[in-house]
T-cell receptor, first 110, second 113 residues
Framework: DAKTTQPNSMESNEEEPVHLPCNHS???????IHWYRQLPSQGPEYVIH???SNVNNRMASLAIAEDRKSSTLILHRATLRDAAVYYC???????????FGKGTKLTVNP | DTEVTQTPKHLVMGMTNKKSLKCEQH?????MYWYKQKAKKPPELMFV???????INESVPSRFSPECPNSSLLNLHLHALQPEDSALYLC????????????FGQGTRLTVV
């Protein structure tokens, strides 16, 4: 049971920002939120992770709600290479389990 | 080197065959994982090895047998598989018990005939 909820699909235009939402209303205080993406015919790829504060890296930003029940992955300028399935994953309190939810398929239009 | 290498890339096997999938990493990671992914579905966790010991088995049938001969290598031995076991098998590794950043291989595409 992944215990995260994401929209099945989203569309964006190239060079526009994309906000990918994730709901994790039952999250506990020590659970990290991770985002991975899977490009066609490839293994999943780490994007970003966070606990409470917003996080930025070279790929994306992660905005975590103050109550931690939801988060948003932000791609600042979508490119065609960002077309992938994006998985929001709740890490269970330091466990070794990384359980994937259904993910959001992102389509980027030229 | 931030790669997880899986071999073979493709494998076709009969239901009576015995075969093995191999996964290798040289990042010094101490946790390694096997996932199974069916078409258009998310990866499903099968096994977790931590410091070369099996720590999680997600109730996987015994026809799948994992092995971790050393900290860099992970095998998945296959025997008497069924056609429904056809899938993409993904290996991943991470530094240890906490998931800071996991690296995935490209997977082995397995077809059971």
């Amino acid at each position: 049971d992944a215990k995260t909820t994401q929209p099945n699909s989203m569309e964006s235009n190239e060079e526009e920002p994309v906000h990918l939402p994730c709901n994790h209303s039952t999250i506990s205080g020590t659970d990290y939120i991770h985002w991975y993406r899977q490009l066609p015919s490839q293994g999943p790829e780490y994007v970003i992770h966070g606990l409470t504060s917003n996080v930025n890296n070279r790929m994306a930003s992660l905005a975590i709600a103050e109550d931690r029940k939801s988060s948003t992955l932000i791609l600042h300028r979508a490119t065609l290479r960002d077309a992938a399935v994006y998985y929001c994953i709740r890490e269970w309190g330091g466990s070794e389990k990384l359980v994937f939810g259904k993910g959001t398929k992102l389509t980027v239009n030229p | 080197d931030t790669e997880v290498t899986q071999t073979p890339k493709h494998l076709v096997m009969g239901m009576t065959n015995k075969k093995s999938l191999k996964c290798e990493q040289h990042m010094g990671h101490r946790a390694m994982y096997w996932y199974k992914q069916k078409a258009k579905k998310p990866p499903e966790l099968m096994f977790v090895y931590s410091y070369e010991k099996l720590s999680i088995n997600e109730s996987v049938p015994s026809r799948f047998s994992p092995e971790c001969p050393n900290s860099s290598l992970l095998n998945l031995h296959l025997h008497a598989l069924q056609p429904e076991d056809s899938a993409l098998y993904l290996c991943a590794s991470s530094q240890g018990r906490t998931w800071t950043e996991a690296f995935f291989g490209q997977g082995t595409r397995l077809t059971v005939v």
